[in-house]
C-alpha cells in the first residue's frame, strides 16, 4: 500500500483518527491510565470491558448459585459454541475448530497425528522464524518416535522474510510435514497460505500452520487455502486473556483419518460413559483431553464478539493504514537516528506488528515503558537481539498513538535517556 500521508505532526494524526470508522470500538476495552499508550497486543490483548460482567455472572451465579448444573446449562458445549465463532474469523467451518488445552500442546496432538498418519515419510520442514515452542515440540516428538524423522529449517536470505525457492528446495516426497507460523512472531513476516499449501500438497506432504500472530489481525481462509491442521492462542490479537485456552483446526475430511496421542474422557466418544476403554469421538472433538476450564474459557468469548462485530476485513484495512503510517514516521523520524525496520514493508505480507531494530533495542524499549515524563509511556516488548516489537489493533489503536510513541522513541534516542536503565535484561521481555 502506497501511503499517502500529509505530516508528521500531531495534528495530522488527529486528522487520521476523526476519519476512522472503527474508533467506536476503543471503548470496548479498559483504559485506566490514559498516559500509557499500549503496542503490545501482539503479546497480550487488552481487557475488553465486557469480560468482567460475564465472569462476573460465570463466578457468582453459574459456580457459586447454580453449581455443578451449570454443566447442562452452558458450559459442556462450550468448547465447542466458542470454536465455531472463532472459525468464522479464520475461515473455517462449524465443528473444524475447538477450544482446548495450549498452543503447544494442540501442536504437539496434531504433529504427532499427522505424522502417524504420513507413516513411511520422515522429513519435517519448518523454518528459522518459526516460534521456538512449536521446534521444541518437533523435535521432542522426533525423539519419542525413536529419531527416525528429520527436521529441516528454511532459511532467510534477509533476516525478514522467507523466500518461497527456500522451501520449495527442502519439501519433497519424503516430507511428512510442513509446520510454520503464519505470521512471523520477530519480523511479522505473513506467508501466502494457500501457495505454501499448494506447493507441500503437491508433494504429497500435510502442513500445520500456527495462527498465534495472525488470527484477528489478518484476514485468514484455512478453507479456501485447503490448510489441514492448524493451531492459535487466543490471548493477542483475540484478546481472551493471559494463559487463556488455545485452539485446533482440523480440516473435515482428515478428521476421522488422524488419531489423538492424548486420550482423555472429554474425547471420549460417551464421557459420561465412563467406559473402561476409549473410543474416540467420530468428530473434532477426539482432539479434547479434560476437564475444559470453563471460567477461561468463558473469557474469550467477549473480545471474538467484538472482532466479529468490528469485521476483520475492516480491523485488518485500518491495521495496514496504521502500520504504514508508523513505517512513514520510522523513515521520517527514526531512520536518520540510527534506527531501522526489521519489517517486510510490503503490507501484503506483514502482519499486525512493525519491528524496529537498534544496538539498544532492549534499553530503549524499558525506557519507554519507563517514560520521561509522567504524562506519555508506552508499552511495546522486546525481542533477542535488537527488536522491539510495535504492534497495533485496529479496534483499539489510534494515529495519535502512534505519532506520541514514535515521538518519545526519538526524545529517548536525543536523549540517552536509555542509558539510565539498568542490566542485566528483566526474565519477561
Given at each position: 500500500m502506497k501511503n499517502s500521508?500529509?505530516?508528521?505532526?500531531?495534528?495530522?494524526a488527529k486528522r487520521l483518527d476523526s476519519k476512522d470508522n472503527l474508533k467506536s470500538f476503543r471503548n470496548e476495552f479498559v483504559n485506566s491510565d490514559p498516559t500509557t499508550i499500549y503496542l503490545d497486543g501482539n503479546s497480550l490483548g487488552r481487557l475488553p470491558k465486557?469480560?468482567?460482567p460475564l465472569l462476573d455472572n460465570v463466578i457468582n451465579k453459574e459456580w457459586g448459585n447454580d453449581?455443578?448444573?451449570?454443566w447442562n446449562k452452558s458450559w459442556y458445549d462450550k468448547p465447542y459454541r466458542v470454536g465455531n465463532k472463532l472459525a468464522k474469523l479464520i475461515g473455517a467451518k462449524n465443528e473444524e475448530v475447538i477450544i482446548t488445552d495450549s498452543t503447544s500442546i494442540n501442536l504437539y496432538k496434531l504433529v504427532y497425528a499427522a505424522l502417524r498418519h504420513q507413516s513411511g515419510r520422515t522429513k519435517i520442514i519448518s523454518d528459522v522464524f518459526n516460534f521456538p515452542s512449536d521446534l521444541y515440540v518437533i523435535q521432542g516428538i522426533i525423539k519419542e518416535l525413536g529419531g527416525n524423522h528429520k527436521l529441516e529449517l528454511a532459511q532467510s536470505e534477509d533476516g525478514i522474510t522467507i523466500c518461497d525457492d527456500a522451501l520449495n528446495n527442502l519439501i519433497d516426497e519424503n516430507t511428512a510435514l510442513v509446520v510454520l507460523s503464519h505470521t512471523a512472531f520477530k519480523s511479522g513476516f505473513v506467508y501466502d497460505m494457500k501457495k505454501i499449501t499448494e506447493l507441500a500438497h503437491s508433494k504429497g506432504a500435510l502442513v500445520l500452520w500456527d495462527l498465534s500472530h495472525s488470527a484477528g489481525a489478518v484476514e485468514i481462509n484455512l478453507n479456501d487455502a485447503n490448510a489441514d491442521l492448524a493451531v492459535g492462542c487466543t490471548y493477542k490479537y483475540l484478546n481472551g486473556g493471559p494463559g487463556s485456552p488455545a485452539y485446533l483446526y482440523v480440516r473435515e475430511d482428515i478428521i476421522d483419518k488422524l488419531e489423538s496421542p492424548i486420550w482423555g474422557w472429554f474425547g471420549d466418544q460417551d464421557p459420561f460413559a465412563f467406559n473402561p476403554e476409549y473410543k474416540p469421538a467420530a468428530s473434532i472433538k477426539k482432539f479434547l483431553v479434560g476437564t475444559p476450564p470453563v471460567i477461561s474459557l468463558s473469557a474469550i468469548e467477549p473480545g471474538l464478539d467484538i472482532t466479529l462485530k468490528a469485521g476483520i476485513t475492516n480491523i485488518r484495512e485500518k491495521n495496514i493504514r496504521l502500520s504504514e503510517y508508523m513505517i512513514f514516521l520510522i523513515n521520517n523520524i527514526l531512520v536518520p537516528l540510527g534506527f531501522s525496520i526489521g519489517s517486510p514493508l510490503d503490507s501484503s505480507i506483514r502482519g499486525s506488528?512493525?519491528?524496529?531494530v537498534h544496538p539498544e533495542a532492549y534499553r530503549i524499549s524499558?525506557?519507554?515503558i519507563r517514560g520521561i515524563k509522567d504524562d506519555l509511556k508506552v508499552i511495546p516488548d522486546y525481542r533477542k537481539?535488537?527488536?522491539i516489537r510495535l504492534s497495533v489493533s485496529g479496534i483499539y489503536?489510534?494515529?495519535e498513538e502512534i505519532n506520541k510513541a514514535i515521538t518519545l522513541i526519538k526524545d529517548i534516542s536525543d536523549t540517552r535517556y536509555y542509558e539510565t536503565i539498568a542490566m542485566p535484561k528483566e526474565l519477561v521481555t
Open positions: 500521508f500529509e505530516s508528521i505532526d500531531i495534528f495530522a465486557r469480560t468482567i453449581l455443578i448444573g451449570s506488528h512493525v519491528s524496529l524499558k525506557a519507554m537481539p535488537n527488536n489503536s489510534s494515529f
